[in-house]
């Protein structure tokens, strides 16, 4: 029951300028999926909830470091989309009901491996941040989970939701750190009832 998230959500995704300007004017076009195996929330197309400034960063991030950028769209001209967005049927990593979905997704992917004779994915520490910037094995089971619901006939998430604490801390010896953030990865396009520009990144 408290798995449907009924609000809106603005959310936003860093992306060259082209990019926003041909998703905003078509009116029917879609930001493409990833499906990467190491994205953070499994395939879907991702935001930064509520947090346009953190989604220009990323934008210009992925210009600066070209081989970061896996997308086949090159930025030049860093940009963000705003959009509007119902979670619906959200796998929400910030409640308990959830977390332990995950926990079972993680059980049933360890046995399909073990009887396979297949190790599990790792979530590898990026050397130069120290951070789990491919996250393979959350992936892996998050895939699991959308597997399994499949193969039972239960309904599909339309969105999954993490919370990611990352960067340094704003201060000595503080529990807040200035990467963090909220991630929400849309799986059924439905669920974005628009795009739009934001009317300015405060701090840009």
Known sequence: MYSSLPHLVLAFHGCDK????????????????SQNNYDWLGPGIYFWENNPLRALEYAKYLRDNPRRNRSSRVI????????????????????SRSLNVLKQGYENLLELQKLAGFELPRNPVDKSSNELLLRYLDCAVIRSV??????????AYDTVRGMFVEGEPLYPHAG??????????????DCIKGYF????????
Do not use: W
């Not at 030049?76 to 409640?95: F, R, S, W």
């Not at 959308?146 to 309904?155: L, S, T």
């Open 176 to 189: 807040f750190h200035d990467k963090n953030h909220i991630q929400i990865c849309v799986c059924n396009s």
């Open 197 to 204: 520009h934001p009317r300015e990144v405060i701090g840009a």
């Open 146 to 155: 959308h597997y399994y619901k499949n193969q039972q006939g239960e309904k």
């Open 76 to 95: 030049k001209h860093p940009a963000v989309i705003g959009a509007i967005i119902t979670p619906g049927y959200c796998l929400n990593l910030l409640e």
């Open 18 to 33: 082209s990019v926003a300007d041909e998703i905003i004017s078509s009116g029917t076009s879609q930001l493409h999926q």
